[in-house]
């Protein structure tokens, strides 16, 4: 399944608005949303990269990082 | 009946002085969303869902308990040192006059935690659904917490831990799933 685990929008922003625009706003749409029953036989990380990682499996990494920040 | 291992679940090392951050960090110690609220709500809903599901419950409501001793290592470096003019500075004044550095139960605005924060309706349904909400919602609250933190050690157990979040949302949605009884039924058309 090829789906981008971050999505952005563009909030409407008025002329009388008091603030620059920030532009795009994110929001995370991390890969449990997609995966309903988790399927037998996915790929593993060894136990070492799992605990570092936080999950067993590759399919529900999700390394995240300041969309802001990236930004500028 | 628990065992307890002494050690942290994911290693804590925190970079630069910023006791600003432990009042972002408090959110996730004493907050409507954070870890112990987390814990508590999936423990007590053990009694009152299938049989099938409770060891799902006891598992990530014991994990809960790993983070939240996670949380309170970060804010307890963050602050030990911390003279009584830097954390005025962080904005966290308020909590020093009531508490000095000592670790308190209230989320990021000092509202101490209550027990109306922990949800359980007694029907399974109900009460996975507000479990996955809680999950999304812990999510987001460490990514605002990284967006707001430029300590890369911090953010690194912060990943972490928004990592298991994801695991348990998935963990609680295959549990609807399977009181649902829907799993694999097609294979039987």
Request: aromatic share 6%.
């Given at each position: 399944m090829s789906t981008s685990n971050q999505k952005s929008y563009v909030p409407y922003h008025s002329?009388?608005?008091?603030?620059p625009p920030i532009g795009k706003k994110y929001y995370s749409t991390p890969p449990n949303l997609y995966m309903g029953f988790q399927p037998y036989n996915l790929p593993q990380y060894s136990p070492k990269e799992a605990l570092q990682k936080g999950t067993l499996w590759p399919a529900f990494y999700d390394y995240y990082e300041n969309p802001y920040e990236r930004r500028r | 009946m628990w065992v307890y291992e002494k050690k942290l679940q994911y290693p804590v090392k925190v970079?630069?002085?910023?006791p600003t951050l432990a009042k972002y960090l408090i959110e996730q110690y004493?907050?409507?969303?954070?870890e112990l609220a987390a814990a508590l709500r999936y423990l007590n809903q053990r009694y009152t869902?299938?049989?099938?599901v409770i060891g799902l419950l006891t598992d990530i409501g014991t994990e809960e308990f790993a983070h939240l001793e996670m949380i309170a290592t970060m804010i307890y470096k963050l602050t030990k040192d911390a003279t009584p003019e830097q954390l005025k500075a962080a904005g966290i004044a308020d909590h020093y006059v009531n508490h000095d550095s000592a670790l308190f139960y209230h989320n990021a605005a000092g509202v101490p935690f209550t027990a109306s924060y922990i949800a359980a309706k007694g029907d399974p349904i109900a009460d996975l659904y507000e479990d996955i909400a809680a999950e999304e919602k812990a999510r987001a609250t460490y990514q605002w917490i990284i967006n707001m933190s430029d300590d890369p050690d911090l953010n690194d157990s912060l990943r972490f831990l928004r990592e298991r979040e994801i695991i348990h949302s998935q963990r609680f949605r295959e549990a609807v799933e399977i009181l649902k009884e829907e799993r694999d039924r097609k294979i039987y058309f």
């Open positions: 002329p009388y608005d008091p603030c | 970079t630069s002085c910023n004493g907050g409507a969303d954070g869902i299938p049989d099938k």
